[in-house]
């Protein structure tokens, strides 16, 4: 669907979907013909607003959606997902199956096959070697790798030629397909033991289109065209791209309407108003909307521990009747008519989108049941208006990512709707690295420092990578550990379900594992959705050829040639 007028576009089922906005920058040419044009012209360079600058852009190694850019430029997956959702071959010549026998009866061993003549951008060729080395480096006991849960469950390998390696697993693995969505280079780095300050992690080389060629920290990441690229049919059109770092996004979505960016990586649904008035009122952007996509929720991350202490319940939040009454006091539908133009839907699940995915409905705002909740479970309300119990006062501190004014708007309603029950909330917003960082360098979510926390995910085509995160062994234990935990919360029913949703290869009892896992996560409350914002993608009139078939976006770390090459005006 492509945007016409404003007049309607309340009206369209778009308030069903969610908004990863940022086309596809790669193979599209720069030109000023029509976007409809079949042959873009080459050259010219794109130019990409970035909000969260990332400390590496490693994928594999970050946490941060920043270093995310690097799957649409350099990293390339094995595999990637359509829009459909369907799951096809990228750097792989086919997607194992039991049929073509690249899977074992048992489901425990699976056979990737590479295509051939693929080399890294450096030239040196990429080979089954290489995946055997990703597969080293994410079983050394201290890596800085933050892998997905499937590398856990490899029993062994075997390459069994320059272009086939057979992965055994200790169970089998129904998303196994989530395996080498980053292959790092073996010839690059001295052994499998890699060293977190390894220049390869802040700047990796990759089979992609484009090679990192500069980086300038705080100002801009430059990209350059990738010579030895392997696709004789398919090589990018433009000569580069320049990312450029701009940490306010209010500044960044402005400068977008005003033709100064080519794109915005890290667009939300608080900003899609403005870029669509900007359409409205003749602004060289083309604006296409997925009322049938449902992604990226906006959640609050409760803290159901006391600063870390796994088992020690946070003093206010560790409440089931906090977190319950939290849920009833937000004014969500408020949040998406009066801060958001409308642009969003609700849901209710873990599990949203995808497999096993489903819209359940939200709690209906009722700020006198949440006060009645309160009230049962003894939190008294005070003389300043902030309610206690057992002398500690319901007052907790409220943080998100920095420098977005539209979330920071709805962070305030949220604060006031907070306030009209008695719960105090203190806003202190940080910058993405400090939020995400890892332990060893005071990340908020990896050392449990912090009280609720908001930011959007979830969306992803199998719920295991997902739904990893909420599984006790995923939280850190210890200043030294890697990763983060987004709740603090352990639940042994939670990881029975996650087990099955992550070794079971029938269907049908896999997706009964999804929904009653949404079912637990909703009672319990360890995280509080508010909106899902709708699918679009925008980009500059100037760009041509543009693809926007993938299927999350640019934070879809499956998605890679599915972003169109693109090319823009010096």
Not at 343 to 369: I, Q
Request: charged share 20%.
């Amino acid at each position: 669907m492509t945007h016409k007028n404003s007049s309607s576009r309340k009206a369209r089922a778009l308030k069903t979907a969610v908004v990863g906005i940022a086309a596809a920058l790669t193979f599209a040419g720069c030109t000023s013909a029509p976007a409809s044009e079949e042959t873009p012209a080459s050259g010219g360079i794109a130019v990409v607003a970035l909000t969260q600058e990332p400390g590496m852009l490693s994928p594999m190694f970050s946490t941060q959606s920043g270093s995310n850019l690097t799957y649409a430029f350099v990293v390339e997956p094995l595999f990637t997902t359509l829009d459909t959702g369907e799951r096809v071959p990228n750097l792989a010549t086919e997607v194992p199956t039991k049929e073509n026998g690249l899977i074992s009866d048992d489901g425990l061993t699976v056979t990737y096959k590479l295509h051939e003549g693929i080399t890294w951008s450096d030239g040196e060729p990429f080979t089954a070697e290489d995946l055997a080395f990703t597969i080293d480096v994410t079983k050394q006991p201290d890596t800085p790798a933050i892998p997905d849960s499937e590398y856990g469950a490899i029993a062994s390998y075997e390459v069994l030629d320059p272009q086939s390696i057979a992965v055994e697993f200790t169970q089998t693995q129904p998303n196994y397909l989530n395996l080498f969505k980053q292959v790092l280079p073996k010839h690059k780095f001295e052994s499998a033991s890699i060293d977190s300050d390894d220049p390869e992690l802040r700047e990796p080389t990759g089979t992609g289109p484009f090679a990192i060629s500069e980086w300038s920290s705080g100002d801009e990441i430059k990209f350059t065209r990738n010579e030895n690229y392997w696709r004789e049919d398919s090589q990018p059109k433009l000569d580069g791209v320049t990312v450029k770092i701009n940490p306010d996004l209010t500044t960044a979505v402005n400068g977008f309407t005003r033709g100064e960016f080519d794109l915005v990586f890290g667009l939300t649904a608080g900003d899609l108003d403005e870029v669509a008035a900007a359409v409205d009122s003749g602004a060289p952007i083309e604006l296409h909307e997925k009322p049938e996509n449902t992604g990226f929720v906006e959640w609050l991350w409760i803290n159901n521990s006391d600063k870390g202490a796994l088992g020690t319940p946070h003093p206010v939040l560790g409440d089931p009747a906090v977190r319950e009454a939290i849920d009833y006091a937000i004014d969500r539908e408020g949040v998406l008519a009066d801060v958001l133009g409308g642009f969003g839907t609700l849901s209710n699940s873990l599990v949203y989108a995808g497999f096993g995915g489903e819209l359940t409905e939200t709690v209906p705002f009722d700020a006198d049941k949440a006060n009645s909740i309160l009230d049962d479970a003894g939190w008294q309300l005070g003389s300043d208006g902030v309610r206690s119990k057992d002398g500690v006062r319901a007052s907790v501190k409220f943080q998100t990512i920095s420098g977005g004014e539209v979330r920071a708007l709805y962070q305030q309603v949220i604060q006031q709707n907070l306030k009209d029950v008695g719960i105090e909330t203190v806003i202190e917003n940080v910058p993405s690295n400090l939020m995400f960082g890892d332990a060893k360098d005071g990340g908020l979510l990896a050392t449990g420092n912090f009280d609720i926390m908001m930011s959007r995910a979830g969306k992803l085509p199998d719920p295991t990578e997902w739904m990893m995160e909420f599984e006790s062994g995923q939280i850190p234990d210890s200043p030294e550990a890697s990763g983060y935990s987004y709740a603090w919360w352990s639940s042994p029913e939670y990881d029975a379900l996650f087990a099955t949703v992550a070794s079971e290869m029938d269907p049908e009892v896999r997706e009964d594992a999804v929904h009653a896992a949404n079912k637990l996560f909703a009672s319990e409350r360890p995280a509080i959705p508010i909106y899902a914002s709708p699918t679009a993608w925008a980009w500059s009139s100037e760009l041509t050829g543009v693809n926007d078939d993938s299927w999350n976006g640019p934070w879809d770390t499956t998605s890679s040639v599915n972003w169109a090459f693109a090319g823009a005006s010096e």
